[in-house]
């Protein structure tokens, strides 16, 4: 069942449509997330850590009554943070039941992205992490990373 996401998720890349992504830094770099699966954008809010977790498992928090667990991108990654404390944010996704959110250095924009301007992975970088990438895309002067989210929490 998880694949089938996945390769809906991935397939809204292939297809000849404008999609919606959330773009934020992370690091020195811009990346992006496919808008459908996020749920809402908060403040950095009080952490509750939980030992014995994965290490880019920052801990839970409490959002409105549900415990959402929190991975940090920069260690899943190996990014150093930047950026001002109050400029960093919590982006909360919900697919199937579950229910994540990442820490982000700074949320830059909503963007519409076509086809046209998404280059496939595949074509460009062959890397053993490259499975939670599913794209670059190129806007003016700007790259952004596009990042496969539901990948992200699976691994």
């Given at each position: 069942?998880?694949?089938?996401?996945?390769?809906?998720?991935?397939?809204?890349?292939?297809?000849?449509?404008?999609?919606?992504?959330?773009?934020?830094?992370?690091?020195?770099?811009?990346?992006?997330?496919?808008?459908?699966?996020?749920?809402?954008?908060?403040?950095?809010?009080?952490?509750?850590?939980?030992?014995?977790?994965?290490?880019?498992?920052?801990g839970v928090i409490n959002l409105?009554?549900?415990?959402?667990?929190?991975?940090?991108?920069?260690?899943?990654?190996?990014?150093?943070?930047?950026?001002?404390?109050?400029?960093?944010?919590?982006?909360?996704?919900?697919?199937?039941?579950?229910?994540?959110?990442?820490?982000?250095?700074?949320?830059?924009?909503?963007?519409?992205?076509?086809?046209?301007?998404?280059?496939?992975?595949?074509?460009?970088?062959?890397?053993?992490?490259?499975?939670?990438?599913?794209?670059?895309?190129?806007?003016?002067?700007?790259?952004?990373?596009?990042?496969?989210?539901?990948?992200?929490?699976?691994?």
């Open positions: 069942m998880g694949n089938e996401t996945s390769m809906h998720f991935q397939s809204s890349y292939a297809q000849d449509k404008d999609i919606q992504v959330v773009a934020f830094k992370l690091g020195q770099e811009e990346y992006a997330v496919d808008i459908v699966n996020v749920m809402e954008i908060n403040r950095l809010t009080n952490i509750t850590r939980v030992p014995r977790t994965t290490g880019y498992i920052e409105r009554g549900n415990i959402i667990p929190l991975i940090n991108l920069h260690t899943k990654f190996g990014i150093a943070a930047s950026g001002a404390e109050d400029d960093k944010r919590i982006i909360v996704f919900q697919y199937d039941d579950i229910k994540a959110g990442i820490i982000v250095d700074e949320v830059s924009e909503v963007l519409r992205l076509s086809e046209k301007e998404i280059e496939q992975i595949d074509k460009i970088y062959n890397a053993i992490n490259s499975e939670q990438i599913t794209g670059i895309a190129k806007i003016n002067d700007r790259l952004l990373i596009l990042l496969d989210i539901k990948k992200i929490f699976e691994s």
